[in-house]
């Protein structure tokens, strides 16, 4: 297993390893990246959100 692919968020890290999508079609492989950002897209959106919480 190796590393194919690091996204660096602002509250973490992301590895994605070869074997995450060695033998699935490029469809599934999209709509497995698509998941992935918009599961970061989450959590950044709640991180903002606790901050704005915390400012009041």
Request: charged share 30%.
């Amino acid at each position: 297993m190796a590393v194919a692919a690091t996204y660096h968020y602002a509250h973490g890290t992301v590895s994605v390893c070869d074997d995450a999508y060695r033998g699935i079609s490029p469809e599934e492989k999209k709509r497995r990246e698509e998941h992935m950002w918009r599961a970061a897209y989450e959590i950044a959106l709640g991180a903002q959100i606790k901050r704005q919480e915390t400012e009041k």
